[in-house]
């Protein structure tokens, strides 16, 4: 169990507002605004138009209200004009740049109705983002995590020329942020929700069901001494005695990885949360190394059916101002692994403390592939490479070998 380790988070991250005249919160409002205006994509460039008014908004926000056109529109749908008009989907912090960092004393409409400008609050400019920094990364002791695991281990010390380990980890991880104190980046480890660190307890990036690996040497019981052949001479000894063969092996279920909202940031600045789950079913994962992206390049792909998981896009929405989304909820490709070597030792007739060895040895003997790196952001801007695999966890089968004269 680990308790208050230390993890980064944003010290300039934008106040979550209270309304006190209604009670309600910036995330409740913005969460409003955002299950209407991103839930219609049909008629998103004008749902403004019909948002009902947020006391949030109306409250705190008097002068967004304006009139164009000939209409009178309230603050809410002007708030609303401004984020759906210039922001992608999920990009709340855009707008609440708008309302609080760059905020003038109206609102403003281009030609067509476009809100351009917003004006500040009723306490004015930077009554929520820092006035000195749009975002200030700190260490912080908050965070915590824990570790349960049963480790079982079968050991075969040397003997008949035979030795091995076999080795079963069945482990679960939980944590806040998985990362190396020494990362001093924005990578693992970093709480998005400073106002809410716990929404990100999740099982760690790291976190692995299961783990087996297992070692062996074994020398091939031929040869003089040995039980076969013992009596041969040194110049067949030379040539079918002296062999070993040894083995690494390696495999491990899935490690997790989260989704994306892919260049958009919902709830704090410049930081991208994972998505969150509608409950409608995910598409299937299986790797398909001749996957078809929709603008028909051809990549390998974590599903099926790449066609089948764009469409199954709403098993998945941005996330609201506030939420966390769900942190590694995917379950991605595991490890599997064989190295092997085969050596010889050949013992000079002329003199048995001088040998020859000859190895080749080779990692990846399989050459299975382990493709990783999978695009798992579906933002609007991003949907062409949903579930693409751009890269591979290990390297293509190698081989080396090796002369050595001992004496």
């Not at 949030?56 to 000939?70: I, Y």
């Not at 003038?104 to 476009?114: D, E, H, L, Y």
């Not at 400008?117 to 820092?130: D, E």
């Not at 075969?156 to 035979?162: E, H």
């Amino acid at each position: 169990m680990s308790r208050r380790s230390l993890i980064q988070r944003d010290l300039a991250m934008p106040t979550n507002l209270v309304d006190k005249k209604s009670g309600m919160t910036y995330f409740q409002a913005m969460d409003a605004l955002g299950a209407y205006a991103d839930l219609t994509d049909s008629a998103r460039s004008t749902a403004y138009q019909r948002i009902a008014p947020i006391a949030f908004f109306e409250n705190l926000w008097p002068a967004a209200a304006a009139t164009f056109g000939g209409v009178n529109y309230t603050a809410t749908q002007n708030i609303a004009n401004y984020y759906i008009r210039s922001s992608n989907k999920g990009d709340f912090t855009n707008v609440l740049n708008g309302m609080d960092e760059i905020c003038g004393s109206a609102t403003k409409f281009n030609s067509s109705g476009r809100v351009t400008a917003l004006p500040c609050s009723t306490f004015g400019a930077n009554a929520m983002f820092n006035p000195q920094f749009g975002a200030l990364a700190g260490w912080s002791s908050i965070g915590s995590g824990n570790y349960h695991a049963a480790q079982v281990t079968v050991s075969k010390r040397l003997s008949n020329n035979l030795q091995f380990d076999v080795n079963y980890t069945f482990s679960k991880s939980i944590d806040l942020g998985s990362g190396a104190e020494s990362s001093g980046s924005y990578g693992g480890g970093f709480i998005i929700n400073s106002w809410n660190p716990g929404a990100q307890m999740a099982v760690s990036d790291y976190n692995t069901l299961h783990l087996i690996n297992a070692y062996g040497v074994w020398r091939l019981p031929v040869g003089r001494g040995m039980k076969y052949g013992s009596g041969m001479n040194k110049f067949l000894d030379a040539i079918v005695g002296g062999w070993q063969l040894t083995g690494i092996y390696r495999q491990s279920s899935g490690v997790p990885t989260s989704t994306s909202t892919g260049s958009v940031w919902p709830t704090n600045w410049q930081l991208s949360n994972p998505a969150m789950p509608t409950g409608l079913p995910f598409p299937a994962l299986k790797i398909n190394k001749n996957g078809v992206l929709p603008n028909g390049t051809a990549y390998p792909s974590v599903f099926a059916s790449q066609a089948a998981a764009i469409a199954s896009e709403a098993a998945y929405r941005q996330t609201f101002p506030g939420e966390f989304g769900l942190r590694n909820d995917i379950i991605a490709n595991g490890t599997w692994n064989i190295d092997s070597g085969l050596a010889k030792e050949i013992k000079m007739p002329y003199n048995e403390r001088h040998s020859l060895q000859i190895r080749w040895e080779t990692f990846n003997i399989t050459n299975s592939a382990i493709l990783s790196g999978n695009s798992a952001s579906f933002s609007e801007t991003s949907l062409t490479t949903w579930g693409r695999v751009n890269s591979q966890r290990n390297t293509p089968r190698q081989m080396q070998f090796a002369l050595r004269y001992v004496f």
